[in-house]
């Protein structure tokens, strides 16, 4: 049986008022970064930067998406940067808990 020359993906992103979830079919041997850009999912987000964003597959980001071989049936996931720390998040939220028992 001759090999499939393309893949069928997902490229997704959210706000929080809206959502993409794009399918496509990409060449065999496309790269995460080739694949955002090939979906045209930035024309639908004004302001997105899909050349510099992070990604990542099924919820874990991958540190080189430029690097990274795309395989049959994978969802990429564009993400937002965070607005606050979630490490620092929590140490304020522990110290009002504290402040309020004691």
Known sequence: ???????????????PDRQALLRL????GTRM???VELSGIASQFPGLDVSNCPLGI??????????RILREGERVEIYRPLIA???EVRKQR???AKAARG
């Not at 049986?1 to 706000?15: C, F, K, N, R």
């Open 85 to 87: 720390d979630p490490k």
């Open 33 to 35: 970064r080739e694949a």
């Open 25 to 28: 079919s990409v060449p065999r």
């Open 1 to 15: 049986m001759a090999e499939a020359v393309s893949i069928a993906i997902e490229v997704v992103y959210a706000l």
């Open 94 to 96: 522990a110290a009002r």
């Open 58 to 67: 099924f919820g874990k980001a991958v540190a080189r998406p430029e690097e």
